[in-house]
T-cell receptor, first 115, second 115 residues
Framework: KQEVTQIPAALSVPEGENLVLNCSFT??????LQWFRQDPGKGLTSLLL???SQREQTSGRLNASLDKSSGRSTLYIAASQPGDSATYLC??????????????WGAGTKLIIKP | DARVTQTPRHKVTEMGQEVTMRCQPI?????VFWYRQTMMQGLELLAY????????DSGMPKDRFSAEMPDATLATLKIQPSEPRDSAVYFC?????????????FGEGSRLTVL
């Protein structure tokens, strides 16, 4: 059974620090993995999508890496800012049959950046 | 600026009433998801469509929930009759499906309160 785990559930760091959020998955034969952020009372915003053939993706201060063999993805946030405070979720896709896929979500990491 | 549009944003209704939520996926996207989010359960997949055909609605209570795509620009989620336990935020998401699966984009959600 495919499972996605995000640890820790919550993280609080001072502004300016670099930080890493973790996403682990049980089956390494993934199709792709997507990182989202969710602000309170809002929808989910896509941050980065990594295909199974890629090792990392970058967008501004964000860098997502993928290590399928260890079943792990990390989201690196450089020079954190209070505006980065949000819940970060990862979603992993596995192909099922006939081009259909199963999307499994982690429970998220709630990040608080202290000014 | 392409985005997933959901209506209504907020809905308060009484138990037993019918509720219909609507979603306009991003033009050109052929996969549509309905999710429900609560504090206790996190994100739960209710239904998943590709090319307007339902592929997975196993997460949806069949006795009271129904999901349809009358056309490629409209997805609906109906609850009849509604119950207090249906109170949640309902998200619609769209993406490109098939063998070239792109990013998943979420709407702002419909916050439902059933009294």
């Amino acid at each position: 059974k495919q499972e996605v785990t995000q640890i820790p559930a919550a993280l609080s760091v001072p502004e300016g620090e670099n930080l890493v959020l973790n996403c682990s998955f049980t089956d390494s034969a993934i199709y792709n993995l997507q990182w989202f952020r969710q602000d309170p009372g809002k929808g989910l915003t896509s941050l980065l999508l990594i295909q199974s053939s890629q090792r990392e993706q970058t967008s501004g201060r964000l860098n997502a890496s993928l290590d399928k063999s260890s079943g792990r993805s990390t989201l690196y946030i450089a020079a954190s800012q209070p505006g980065d405070s949000a819940t970060y979720l990862c979603a992993v896709r596995w192909l099922v049959v006939d081009s259909n896929y199963q999307l499994i979500w982690g429970a998220g990491t709630k990040l608080i950046i202290k000014p | 600026d392409a985005r997933v549009t959901q209506t209504p944003r907020h809905k308060v209704t009484e138990m037993g009433q019918e509720v219909t939520m609507r979603c306009q996926p991003i033009l050109g996207h052929n996969t549509v998801f309905w999710y429900r989010q609560t504090m206790m359960q996190g994100l739960e997949l209710l239904a998943y469509f590709r090319n307007r055909a339902p592929l997975d609605d196993s997460g949806m209570p069949k006795d009271r929930f129904s999901a349809e795509m009358p056309d490629a620009t409209l997805a609906t989620l109906k609850i009849q009759p509604s119950e207090p336990r249906d109170s949640a935020v309902y998200f619609c998401a769209s993406g490109s499906g098939g063998r070239v699966t792109g990013e998943l984009f979420f709407g702002e959600g419909s916050r439902l309160t059933v009294l």
